[in-house]
C-alpha cells in the first residue's frame, strides 16, 4: 500500500496522530517566529536547552530532538532556504529539506509524520511552487522507501495554502 498523503488546515503544535512534527527552524535552531515560535512555546523551555546542544543547522538539512510538552513523540527542524528570486538553488533546498527530515523520520522509526509549510512564511517562497515540490517530494520519497512511512500530513495554517496545497495533491494523483 502506498503512503496516504494528507491536507489539513491547522496548528501544528496540536497535532496528537503523528509520531513527528517537523518545524520551519533557522539555521541557528533557538527560535524564531512563525511556526518555529509556536513550537518551542508549546514544547517548553527544554526544547530549547536541547537544541543548544545541537549546534545549529545547515540549510537543507535536518535535526532531531524530543517534542517534550507537544502530543507527539519527536520535533524534526529543517531549515528551509529563504527565496532570493528563484535562481539561488531554492528549489533544490526546498527539497532537500523535505527529503532529509523523512530520511531522519525512517532512521528513527518513524512512520507518521506532519509538515508545515516550510519556507512561505517569512521566508517567501511562492507558496504554489513551494507546495509541488514539497507533495512532489514526499511523494518520492515514499516511493523510494517503500512501506516505511504510514502517513505524511501537511498541517496549513491558513485556508489559502491548504487549498494550494489540496491542488498540488490532486495534480500529483492526477499525473502520476
Ligand atoms: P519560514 O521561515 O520557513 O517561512 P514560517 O513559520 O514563517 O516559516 O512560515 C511557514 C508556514 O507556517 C506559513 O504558512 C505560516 O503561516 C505557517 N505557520 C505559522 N504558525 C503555524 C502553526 N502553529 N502551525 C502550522 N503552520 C504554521
Redesign the pocket.
Known amino acids: 500500500m502506498g503512503v496516504d498523503i494528507q491536507t489539513i488546515q491547522?496548528?501544528?503544535?496540536k497535532v496528537n496522530d503523528v509520531e513527528a512534527i517537523v518545524n520551519?527552524a533557522?539555521n541557528s535552531l533557538l527560535g524564531?517566529?512563525?511556526?518555529?515560535?509556536?513550537?518551542h512555546r508549546a514544547a517548553g523551555p527544554e526544547l530549547l536547552k536541547e537544541c543548544r546542544t545541537l549546534h545549529g543547522c545547515e540549510t537543507g538539512e535536518a535535526k532531531i530532538t524530543g517534542a517534550y510538552h507537544l502530543p507527539c513523540k519527536y520535533v524534526i527542524h529543517t531549515v528551509?532556504p529563504i527565496w532570493r528570486g528563484g535562481a539561488y538553488g531554492e528549489p533544490e533546498l526546498l527539497k532537500n529539506a523535505y527529503w532529509n527530515s523523512l530520511q531522519l523520520a525512517i532512521d528513527n522509526g518513524i512512520r507518521s509524520i506532519a509538515f508545515?509549510?516550510?519556507?512561505?512564511?517569512?521566508?517567501?517562497?511562492p507558496?504554489e511552487q513551494a507546495a509541488a515540490i514539497a507533495v512532489k517530494t514526499v511523494k518520492e520519497f515514499c516511493v523510494a522507501h517503500a512501506g516505511r512511512i504510514d502517513t505524511v500530513s501537511f498541517?496549513?495554517?491558513?485556508r489559502n495554502?491548504l487549498h494550494v496545497y489540496e491542488h498540488a495533491v490532486s495534480e500529483l494523483q492526477r499525473n502520476g
Do not use: H, R
Request: no cysteine.
Open positions: 491547522g496548528d501544528i503544535t520551519a533557522n524564531g517566529g512563525g511556526v518555529d515560535g509556536a513550537i528551509g508545515p509549510s516550510i519556507s512561505t512564511g517569512v521566508y517567501s517562497y507558496v498541517v496549513l495554517f491558513d495554502t
